[in-house]
């Protein structure tokens, strides 16, 4: 099991905490100061996700880009490629904000989701 | 011309003036209209399209466009009307507004008014970096609308300045984008935003913070070509010898924002040295009556859902159409370690919602309330940070007001 | 057409006044300028100032064309339609040891021609903001735009002929038996006559024809601008006795046409003349020397910076003085050099092309065209309107009604005008120099995205082709989403 440290980032104080993980197991050695950041440490070490915001291409649009989320947090080691993926979409104007804009992104069961409306 | 007559006018449709529109409309104002000088509503969080807002509002975290789009719903049911894409070009202490739009000019008799303004961002010159002035030089905020709205992107290899969240924000961004993002350079020793973002916006990405460093040069002969940053002393002054050229073609200025108070100015509402906003008594009332502020342009908040409670105070009482006489008038005087206090004054008793930004960060610290010698509020306070807004409630009582003591409001430590 | 009776290398202000006099006869002439716009250069980056003709010595070309140009400016200024304000000029003793100083400089201006100059005591100085021991009070000293100016016979010449050819850098230039080729990265083209208005550039062109007999020494001057609402702390010019040394100026408060007030120049002399750079050093003591004249000045002040450098032909060893060099060459004939054009620059341009005119027509015949047509460049501003006439612009056109830059209240309309104006220049500065859009304290913040969507959607420019002032200033590098044809 290797050592890490994870900045916890539930709230300001931002705690240095140490662990111990081989990315099944997992135990937080010193640094914390509250449950909550044990808890955050643990997600950390063993399944780290995000959330992913970022632009979809619109056609014919008063808008260029439409800003879109993650329906659910991204695995991170599969950021890029999800990123990647959203890069050569596009999406026909009219676009409704909570618009599904891409089904099942990278294959990772995450829908990619428009934020907000672009008229035509 | 076209003449109209309301009851409530809110300058500016971001998130402040939506919250106060509604907030105006709940509280029994009839005539409601929202002018803003963009063709869109929401301000500037339609290029927040990073998600964040509204988590202690609402439990869930939300982006910038569907944050303003919950305001914009409420408001549209509510039935507030709006002037896009119009510009305030001043009104006069009996809240006569002069506009204009592309159907003419506009004069909108108001009883009265809320400025939300917002602000505008610190530019390069205000710190006056030296060196060459060539094209790449972008603020924060316009490099995001450039990506996020107009799909353009400012450049390829990236230097920010200033750890504040704009900036952590744009560095991801720009990482997402395909940007070599080079490093973040930072003149405290410690990152001015949010942890969070320094996590998820730098560590995920390998990308670099030079603490205690500032840019001291820029060169380029029509674009820029590098930058030089060196390392600082505790009094933020250059440690000669550590300077270091980066090559660059961009660099991103995220170094603070100026509350936006021309129109304020113009009028003569006073201003707060320390703010750089309106001074304001418990409604967020400025110096001119039924004239209020709230938002970014009152004072620069750190969250929207702070922003918003505050929003909410200056909307309601905008609507109220009787304010009680008001009794004697103290002041809320900043103390140890406490920057600015919002408001500025108190005039009348009740449930007063205090804003104040501290000096230096600390730990296990306490903060006092105190009126003639005697302790009216205390809160322990596990952890302060100029870039964390101090905010809680008092219960002013009448007796405290009658004394007409000012109120002194310290930390300990 | 490619042969001209007249190539004008550089579209500086000098270089467009000679354009501007020119274009009222019946010869072709064309402008060769290696910037996107004209006023790239030294035209754009000083103090914007017309002198009196105090500060010249007595005899020479540099008092002789400042005093006729100076007397020039409230016809032009009219004619063309760009902004001039008289505002005069104390230049300010501290102390009875000065004084000698401020007698000198009188006398100077009164054997030049400067009219009704007068040295008044301290207490009568009309500033209050500004103590000293006694003043010269200079009437004829006034502050203009110079970018304005310069674009306003910029535009002025092309509406009448003149061609501009913009981003056209001479590369070579050959003397033939009718004239000149001369030769730019854009083409290659022939002209009768040569003018060389090119500023810092002067002698790299005349190397191109002949041996120069002559050395340029470029002396930086960097200028601090500061926010409108301190505008007010002064009304006339302020300017303290000259340090004779360095034959500059010297620091100097100079309010400015749009209210902000501007510090400097400095003076340094540089190896570069391209060492356009603004220091930390420098901005310290411009602030610094600013204060000891005007107190209240706080720091934050600041709202942009900027250096101009002077192209002169005397070396600081040399005392940094030396007249005008305006003449044809012997060696080479039909080759007119005007070499060393400092300050009074602005203030002679007017001046120096009606002689530089009398040149030409030894050469070249020259008849006055029946058709010549003048225009007031610079309108009134919609933020100077009435309502009244707000409203009836708005209904002629939607686009007067939609402000875009927030901080100086310029309409869509008047951004369109900058970008549709008859020089071609299609830069983000050449918006700015001709609206103000982005000049105010948000320094664009607000309305350079407006700008550029403007100049995408209704002027169909890429992006990526858009540039922040010169040829390689490129603004963006690519698209988030690129779209698929």
């Known amino acids: 099991m290797a050592k890490k440290e994870i900045t916890c980032i539930v709230c300001p104080i931002g705690c240095k905490i140490l662990v111990k993980t081989d990315g099944s197991k997992f135990e937080a050695l010193d640094g914390f100061r509250c449950k909550r950041g044990v808890e955050y440490a643990k997600s950390e070490a063993l399944d780290p996700r995000r959330m992913l915001t970022t632009s979809v291409l619109v056609i014919d649009g008063k808008w260029p880009l439409v800003s879109v989320k993650s329906s659910k947090p991204v695995p991170k080691d599969k950021l890029f490629s999800v990123l990647s993926e959203i890069k050569k979409a596009d999406v026909k104007a009219p676009v409704k904000l909570g618009q599904v804009v891409i089904k099942n992104v990278a294959k990772t069961g995450i829908n990619i989701i428009a934020t907000k409306e672009v008229n035509k | ?413 | 057409m490619k042969n001209f009776h007249v190539g004008i290398i550089g579209g500086g202000v000098v270089g467009s006044a000679i354009a501007w006099e020119l274009s009222k006869y019946d010869i072709s002439v064309a402008v060769f300028e290696k910037g996107s716009d004209v006023a790239s250069g030294t035209s754009k980056a000083n103090s914007g100032v017309i002198h009196s003709g105090i500060n010249s010595a007595t005899g020479s070309l540099k008092a002789k064309f400042c005093v006729e140009g100076n007397k020039m400016f409230p016809s032009i200024a009219n004619q063309l339609g760009f902004s001039i304000k008289w505002v005069g000029k104390y230049v300010i003793a501290k102390n009875q040891g000065e004084v000698k100083e401020l007698e000198r400089l009188k006398k100077i201006g009164e054997d030049n021609g400067t009219p009704n100059l007068n040295i008044v005591d301290g207490a009568k100085v009309n500033e209050p903001n500004v103590s000293c021991h006694s003043a010269l009070w200079v009437p004829t000293a006034a502050i203009a735009l110079p970018y304005e100016f310069n674009i306003a016979l910029a535009e002025n010449a092309v509406i009448n002929n003149v061609k501009f050819l913009l981003e056209n850098n001479v590369t070579n230039l050959k003397k033939t038996n009718d004239g000149f080729l001369i030769k730019t990265n854009k083409g290659e083209y022939q002209s009768k006559i040569l003018i060389n208005s090119t500023g810092l550039n002067c002698r790299n062109i005349v190397s191109m024809l002949e041996e120069p007999d002559f050395q340029v020494y470029p002396c930086r001057g960097e200028y601090l601008v500061l926010d409108k609402k301190y505008g007010s702390l002064v009304k006339s010019m302020i300017y303290p006795v000259p340090d004779k040394e360095l034959g500059v100026l010297g620091v100097h408060i100079t309010p400015t046409i749009e209210g902000n007030l501007l510090f400097g120049p400095s003076a340094e002399f540089i190896i570069d003349e391209n060492d356009k750079k603004t220091t930390k050093e420098m901005m310290k003591t411009l602030l610094v020397e600013a204060k000891d004249i005007v107190a209240k000045i706080p720091e934050n002040a600041v709202i942009n910076a900027y250096s101009g450098v002077r192209c002169k032909l005397a070396s600081a060893e040399e005392g940094g003085w030396a007249d005008y060099r305006i003449e044809e060459s012997k060696q080479t004939p039909g080759l007119i050099n005007l070499l060393g054009i400092e300050s009074p620059g602005l203030t002679a341009a007017p001046a120096i092309a009606k002689y530089v005119t009398k040149m030409v027509s030894k050469r070249v015949e020259l008849d006055k065209k029946n058709d010549f047509k003048t225009v007031k460049v610079f309108g009134k501003r919609f933020n100077e309107m009435t309502s009244a006439q707000q409203a009836y612009l708005i209904k002629k056109d939607k686009r007067w009604g939609r402000i875009v830059c927030r901080c100086e209240h310029i309409t869509e309309a008047e951004i369109i005008k900058a970008l549709s104006n008859p020089l071609g220049a299609k830069t983000l500065s050449s918006v700015k120099y001709r609206c103000r859009a982005g000049m105010g304290r948000c320094q664009g913040g607000f309305c350079t995205q407006h700008i550029i969507r403007i100049m995408e959607k209704q002027f169909k420019l890429d992006p990526k082709d858009i540039n922040l002032k010169s040829p390689a200033s490129y603004l963006f590098t690519s698209r988030t989403r690129e779209v698929k044809k």
């Open chain 2, 1 to 413: 011309m076209t003449e109209y007559d309301i009851d409530v006018a809110v300058i500016g449709a971001g998130p402040a003036g939506l919250a106060a529109a509604v907030s105006a409309k709940e509280n029994g104002a009839k005539k409601v209209t929202v002018i803003d000088r963009n063709n869109w509503l929401g301000g500037i969080l339609s290029q927040c399209i990073h998600d964040g807002f509204g988590v202690e509002e609402t439990g869930s975290s939300m982006t910038g466009p569907e944050y303003a789009n919950m305001y914009i719903e409420m408001a549209k049911k509510q039935d507030v009307s709006f002037l896009d894409e119009t510009m305030v070009l001043g009104f006069d202490k009996n809240r006569l507004i002069t506009a204009v739009n592309k159907n003419g000019n506009h004069k909108i008799k108001a009883k009265s008014i809320v400025l939300a303004m917002g602000c505008r961002e610190k530019t390069r010159w205000n710190i006056m970096i030296p060196g060459n002035r060539p094209s790449g030089i972008f603020t924060a905020g316009v490099a995001q609308a450039f990506i996020n709205l107009y799909n353009i992107i400012p450049g390829k290899n990236i230097v920010i300045l200033g750890s504040g969240d704009v900036g952590l924000i744009m560095a991801r961004r720009l990482k997402f984008e395909g940007a070599n993002v080079l490093g973040v350079v930072e003149i405290l020793p410690y990152a001015s935003g949010l942890p969070r973002n320094v996590v998820q916006c730098l560590d995920d990405y390998d990308i670099p913070l030079f603490l205690n460093h500032t840019v001291t040069f820029i060169e380029g002969k029509d674009r820029l070509e590098s930058v030089t940053i060196a390392k600082v002393d505790k009094n933020r002054n250059v440690i000669n010898g550590s300077e270091k050229k980066i090559k660059c073609d961009t660099l991103l200025l995220s170094l603070g924002l100026i509350p936006e108070n021309e129109l304020s100015n113009n009028v003569g509402i006073k201003i707060h040295e320390v703010t750089g906003g309106p001074v304001v008594n418990q409604f967020l009332e400025t110096t001119i009556p039924s004239v209020f502020a709230c938002g970014n342009c009152l004072q620069v908040y750190d969250t929207v859902d702070v922003l918003s409670i505050d929003a909410k105070i200056a909307g309601k009482n905008a609507a109220e159409k009787t304010i009680s006489k008001k009794k004697k008038s103290i002041k809320t005087i900043p103390g140890k370690n406490v920057r600015y206090v919002v408001p500025q004054i108190v005039d009348q008793p009740g449930k007063t919602h205090i804003s104040l930004r501290v000096e230096k960060p600390g730990e296990s610290t306490k903060l006092h309330v105190i009126s003639d010698g005697n302790e009216i509020f205390s809160k322990k306070l596990p952890w302060i940070n100029p870039a964390n807004m101090v905010e809680f409630n008092v219960d002013i009582q009448d007796i405290v007001l009658d004394k007409g003591h000012d109120l002194e409001v310290y930390l300990d430590g």
